[in-house]
């Protein structure tokens, strides 16, 4: 009878052992699996002419919120008054802008894809040339302060872990609007490249 009853006692104690430690250890899992990555993009955009942006983005992901810093540097081009136009066009570089951004937005994730939407505050840099028939050159630069925008599609690697890098980070590939309104406002659509810790969907 004793045998039975310290066998009993023995189970109890061992079931809620280990029921006890299962919430405990799925909460650390959750802690120790946090989403960070990393993006550089690059397209067309607009400042006050056509030309190009590329940049660069650290983001972190907390449930479905995403936090973000990103930089950016804008070129716009325009037409030298030098004749006409025998091939291609000439054309020298009026608006060069660096912008620094903080945003936080909203991040959904699929089976192997997601969406995501930003805003917040930036810092730009502007600096304007222009050049007049005799082409005389004309610098300013303004500093003002914008609210940048984003809204990204991306595709990643579909299985949980990836080969790259040890099974540690995962590639992506995808397409990103983004912009900055402001004193000068400029907007652009281009391709994004990241790559992300390991995270368990």
Same mark, same amino acid.
């Given at each position: 009878m004793k045998v039975k009853l310290l066998?009993?006692?023995?189970?109890?104690?061992?079931?809620?052992? #280990?029921?006890?430690?299962?919430?405990?250890?799925?909460?650390?899992?959750?802690?120790?699996?946090? #989403?960070?990555?990393?993006?550089?993009?690059?397209?067309?955009?607009?400042?006050?002419n056509l030309g190009v942006s590329g940049g660069v983005g650290l983001n972190y992901q907390l449930e479905q919120s995403l936090f973000t810093f990103r930089y950016i540097n804008s070129a716009g081009y325009t037409r030298k008054n030098d004749g006409p136009v025998i091939i291609a066009p000439s054309v020298y570089k009026s608006e060069d802008n660096v912008e620094l951004a903080l945003m936080y937005g909203r991040r959904w994730v699929k089976e192997h894809h997601s969406y995501s939407v930003s805003a917040g505050i930036s810092r730009n840099n502007l600096e304007l040339e222009s050049r007049d028939l005799d082409g005389i050159r004309t610098v300013s630069t303004t500093g003002f302060y914008g609210f940048p925008f984003e809204a990204n599609y991306k595709r990643f690697y579909s299985k949980k872990r990836s080969n790259l890098i040890y099974n540690v980070l995962i590639p992506s590939v995808g397409i990103k609007l983004f912009g900055d309104i402001g004193k000068y406002t400029f907007v652009g659509v281009g391709v994004s490249v990241g790559f992300g810790l390991c995270k368990h969907y």
């Open positions: 066998r009993i006692l023995f189970m109890l104690f061992l079931s809620n052992t #280990i029921f006890g430690q299962q919430p405990e250890n799925l909460e650390i899992e959750k802690r120790s699996n946090p #989403i960070i990555f990393f993006e550089g993009f690059g397209g067309l955009s607009v400042v006050k």
